[in-house]
């Protein structure tokens, strides 16, 4: 079974950028769309963005505009690109398939101080 694993967060001032990474352990074209979703504390687990085995792109309205993904298929890796972070983005950062599978990794903490 080809997992997914996050990585890439970190602590960054408001306005700044980020860009996270979503490496599969075989090939990224297994899953017929790939997601990232993120937590912040107190909350449910949201939406941020898809990416679909053709290529085709979906986000949450809080984030379009700002956050864009990219695909490097002979890496085998998903990008999310954060752009003009605020101190709302600041969340633990999942990818998984999407729709989700109920298996989550462990995340990757992206901290947006004000």
């Known amino acids: 079974q080809v997992q997914l694993v996050e990585s890439g967060g970190g602590l960054v001032q408001a306005g700044g950028s980020l860009r996270l990474s979503c490496a599969a352990s075989?090939?990224?074209?297994?899953?017929?769309?790939v997601g990232w979703y993120r937590q912040a504390p107190g909350k449910q687990r949201e939406f941020v963005a898809r990416?679909?085995?053709?290529?085709?792109?979906n986000y949450a309205d809080s984030v379009k505009g700002r956050f864009t993904l990219s695909r490097d298929n002979a890496k085998n890796t998903v990008y999310l690109q954060m752009d003009s972070l605020k101190p709302e983005d600041t969340a633990v950062y999942y990818c998984n398939e999407f729709p989700a599978l109920p298996s989550w990794g462990q995340g990757t903490q992206v901290t947006v101080s004000s």
């Open positions: 990416i679909t085995r053709g290529g085709l792109t």
């Open positions: 075989g090939s990224i074209f297994s899953f017929n769309a």
